[in-house]
């Protein structure tokens, strides 16, 4: 048993992006607010709590140690660096999945272009945490536009989390959203449609149940 400020918190945010040239990218439509908001409700119960996140419009939480990254890659190298030092880590980024197999150092000109863009697999960095779990608490989001809860819970298993945090993808982009809680125990929670802010609260109070 421990106290709450004690726990060492880390938040990802934001989406991660995956360059084609130097100024085009693939990425996704994350706006970072759930991730900056769960830092922030992670800030009130722990003085210890790092964000790294990926690009977005928002203005980093101050009493947080902010990392900022771009590329999932580096997402992956900040996290897996923190990873040994932490007692929760709560992956909200919206991680590219994908990145072109080659980035062109010019810009690529339309008469260049052949039509076809390679993709490459990026780490899944949450599974990794997950192989390499001691004594950590894990939690993910799946955001999902079909079978919401099977493949939440699919995930839940597959990336050996603690808890998953089931949404639609309506919550892209948006001050509120609407989630299922899927513990690793099998039980699962739903709470009604919250402001982000509420969430994260919401969130945060499991999280330090499952650990005090
Ligand atoms: N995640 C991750 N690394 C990736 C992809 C996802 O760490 N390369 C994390 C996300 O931060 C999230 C969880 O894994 O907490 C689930 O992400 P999601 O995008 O819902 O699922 P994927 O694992 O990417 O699977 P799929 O794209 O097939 O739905």
């Known amino acids: ?46 003085p210890h709590v790092v964000l790294v996140s990926g690009p977005t419009m928002l203005t980093p939480p101050s009493a947080v140690d902010y990392v900022s990254v771009t590329t999932t890659q580096e997402m992956a190298d900040a996290v897996l660096a923190q990873f040994g030092g932490c007692d929760v880590v709560i992956m909200v980024a919206a991680v590219c999945d994908f990145r072109p197999k080659q980035m062109a150092l010019s810009k690529i000109s339309k008469k260049a272009f052949h039509g076809v863009l390679e993709l490459e697999p990026t780490v899944d960095i949450l599974a990794e945490l997950g192989r390499r779990k001691r004594s950590q608490t894990l939690v993910g989001f799946a955001a999902e536009t079909d079978d919401l809860l099977a493949n939440a819970r699919t995930k839940l298993q597959q990336k050996n989390l603690d808890l998953i945090v089931a949404n639609t993808t309506d919550a892209f982009e948006s001050e509120t959203n609407t989630v299922t809680l899927l513990f690793a125990d099998g039980h699962t929670e739903q709470l009604p449609k919250l402001q982000k802010r509420d969430l994260a609260m919401a969130i945060i109070e499991r999280v330090v149940k499952l650990r005090t």
Do not use: H, N, Q
């Not at 726990?7 to 990218?25: K, Y």
């Open 1 to 46: 048993m421990r106290s709450s400020e004690s726990l060492r918190f880390l938040v990802t945010a934001g989406p991660t992006r995956e360059f084609l040239d130097p100024i085009r990218f693939i990425s996704s439509r994350s706006s970072g607010k759930m991730g900056y908001a769960l830092a922030e409700a992670a800030r009130t119960v722990s």
